[in-house]
């Protein structure tokens, strides 16, 4: 009778436990937001969530309010989407709210690296010293350097210069500014090695073009790793592909490299100091390009798509960059010395900014997360309070709160390649909401401890596209439609559903 009551007490024990494990006890207390834990135990809204975040966000919103928070896959997110508010939270002590230990753990999931403790602040400190001001300069340089070398030998190889290439617009944009990004960050090959300078640039175009494959294959899988929702195939093949990229990064073999970037080779040179393990500094090079890369080509994309598409814009911007190229000395001519693209003339495009920024409104699906690490209060701007769990986690969605937002930006759907223009041609950054002025109006780089500090090196790369796009080339669109892919709310820019075919020819 003991035994059997003990095993009734224990069976009852894990029953309990699991149940609470499974969410079903959690209960909406005073003063917190609303909770909307879904009809699947543990699961939550999970399944619609990430079938489509923006509608489910909308639908909760619509449904509670602004601030609410649901359960997904065991986890209890609470969701904050007045753009009013957005600034307190941002600024809010990383003792309470924390994007480090979040960033850490997706890291580890998708790369397989383990960082120390200090790894953000490091990244900040050398992604400051290297990817902006003078470190700029320098990259700048490089990157122009091999976007001519793809750019201009994709179609310097044509027997006919006047004949239109076809392609498909995301893939070519994605791949050139992949493979450049790639070679400005992570270095050339040698003449030495190769017996010349051509055969080392042509072997730089073969192994970046290799390596884009691979990583295209890698991109597909992150959302489905990120929800830890990879089918046993897929598990094996992402192995293999980590090995391949830690392979290919390795120090071993970007030792033999000329032009290794002062970025890359600090953040290397940080944690071989400190006695890391080679093997694990080879993963951290992944972790680089990724961030580096995994967004740029997106961005360029529909940039490019949202210019072609819009004639007056496309005319605005042309007329910008001829200008700045004229003031400069140079000019572009057949058979003449390449143009001479500097950080200082790309710091004179105030259109082409507000067009680059307009394009990142429309595209960036970004999700910032914060991981509450004690209880506390969350204080908005109208003077409502709500209590946090800790434990939970405190999501932004800008893409609906605040980028299509209205009121922030009329017809928000619509490309207005002038919207971030005052009427002098400055800057603008004065949006309203309600009569208060809004500080956050657009998100597409992050805010507060998870501002992409490689920001200023990614719009100097797609601007510089944009640049010898027009310069060198004239373009157009064969079909003029595409949607997002829903997939990919969440992670960055958002990447389209079906490629766009377009054709392009050197200008005469």
């Known amino acids: 009778m003991g035994l059997l009551l003990s095993i009734f007490i224990g069976f009852l024990a894990s029953l309990i436990g699991g149940l609470y494990l499974l969410g079903v006890f959690r209960r909406r207390q005073p003063g917190e937001p ?19 975040t923006l509608k489910f966000i909308e639908r909760m919103k619509q449904k509670h309010g602004d601030v609410f928070t649901v359960q997904l896959g065991g986890s209890y997110i609470t969701f904050l989407q007045d753009p009013l ?8 002590s990383k003792e309470k709210l924390d994007f480090v230990e979040y960033a850490g753990d997706l890291v580890h999931r998708l790369f397989g690296y383990k960082g120390e403790e200090d790894d953000h602040h490091n990244l900040v400190v050398y992604s400051n010293k290297h990817l902006k001001g003078d470190g700029l300069k320098v990259l700048t340089q490089a990157m122009m350097t091999n976007l001519q070398n793809l750019m201009l030998h994709r179609i310097d190889g044509a027997a006919d210069n006047s004949t239109w290439t076809e392609d498909e617009l995301f893939m070519y944009s994605y791949n050139i500014m992949f493979r450049a990004g790639y070679l400005s960050l992570f270095g050339n090959t040698t003449p030495e090695s190769e017996g010349s300078e051509e055969r080392s640039k042509e072997k730089d175009r073969a192994e970046s073009e290799a390596l884009f494959s691979e990583f295209l294959k890698y991109d597909k899988f992150v959302p489905n790793m990120a929800y830890r929702a990879l089918t046993p195939s897929q598990t094996l093949e992402v192995k293999r592909l980590l090995e391949v990229f830690w392979n290919a990064l390795s120090m071993q073999k970007m030792r033999l490299k ?7 080779w600090d953040m290397w040179q940080i944690r071989n100091e400190r006695g890391m393990k080679e093997s694990m500094t080879d993963r951290l090079m992944f972790v680089l390009l990724f961030a580096s890369q995994g967004n740029t080509g997106p961005a360029s994309f529909w940039l490019l798509f949202f210019l072609m598409k819009h004639p007056e814009a496309m005319a605005a911007v042309k007329e910008e960059v001829d200008r700045v190229v004229k003031e400069s000395g140079q000019e572009v001519r057949r058979g003449g010395p390449l143009v001479d693209l500097t950080h200082e003339m790309l710091m004179k495009t105030p259109i082409l900014d507000s067009a680059l920024e307009e394009s990142l409104r429309l595209t960036s699906g970004n999700l910032l997360n914060r991981a509450v690490l004690q209880d506390m209060t969350l204080k908005l701007a109208d003077g409502r309070e709500y209590f946090v769990r800790k434990g939970d986690m405190v999501v932004m969605f800008p893409y609906s709160a605040v980028q299509l937002h209205p009121e922030i930006h009329p017809d928000p759907c619509s490309f ?5 223009l005052n009427p002098d041609g400055s800057k603008k950054t004065d949006f309203y909401m309600q009569g208060k002025k809004v500080k956050y109006y657009n998100m597409p780089w992050g805010a507060g401890s998870s501002m992409c ?5 990614a719009a100097n790369e797609m601007k510089q596209l944009i640049f010898l796009m027009l310069l060198y080339f004239e373009f157009e669109l064969k079909n003029e439609s595409t949607e997002v892919n829903f997939k990919r709310w969440g992670f960055g820019v958002l990447q389209p559903d079906r490629d766009v075919p377009f054709r392009y020819r050197l200008r005469d």
């Open 258 to 264: 000329d032009n290794i970037s002062r970025w890359i």
């Open 416 to 420: 207005k390649y002038d919207r971030f």
């Open 453 to 457: 500090p490689g920001r200023f090196f």
């Open 85 to 92: 508010s957005f600034g307190p939270l941002v600024k809010e």
């Open 34 to 52: 609303p909770l909307d834990k879904g009809l699947i135990p543990w699961l939550g809204h999970v399944l619609e969530f990430r079938r489509n």
